[in-house]
């Protein structure tokens, strides 16, 4: 499967963004879609999932309450709403696809067959 990742840009402190993950070439729904984030210099690191079994959802402890992953199958495409943005949030933001279901798995960037590009985000005043 590919997946293509969008709707990154520029966005100031407490303010919204809703990125996109469409997935083409594969059967989407039998995956689970993370989303992982990379700052400058440092490793990629897990930001959201959503399981392709019942549609549950997990997220990193500093994005809880904050960011929203959800999917739409019937668009081959999975969203991360993401509000009150920090500055800490700035990285490049990638999308991946796993054939694991649980969140043990799906929390670790290793059980990820397929991997989108990366979309910027930028949370600066």
């Known amino acids: 499967v590919q997946l293509q990742a969008s709707g990154g840009g520029l966005v100031q402190p407490g303010g919204s963004l809703k990125l996109s993950c469409a997935g083409s070439g594969g059967t989407f729904s039998i995956y689970s879609i993370g989303w992982f984030r990379q700052a400058s210099g440092k490793e990629r690191e897990f930001v959201a999932a959503?399981?392709?079994?019942?549609?549950?959802?997990y997220y990193e402890d500093s994005v809880k309450g904050r960011f929203t992953i959800s999917r739409d199958n019937t668009k081959n495409t999975v969203y991360l709403q993401m509000y009150s943005l920090k500055p800490e949030d700035t990285a490049a933001y990638y999308c991946?696809?796993?054939?694991?279901?649980?969140?043990?798995?799906?929390?670790?960037?290793?059980?990820?067959?397929?991997w989108g590009q990366g979309t910027l985000v930028t949370v600066s005043s």
């Open positions: 991946a696809a796993s054939g694991y279901y649980s969140g043990s798995h799906i929390r670790v960037r290793r059980n990820y067959d397929y």
């Open positions: 959503v399981s392709y079994r019942s549609g549950v959802t």
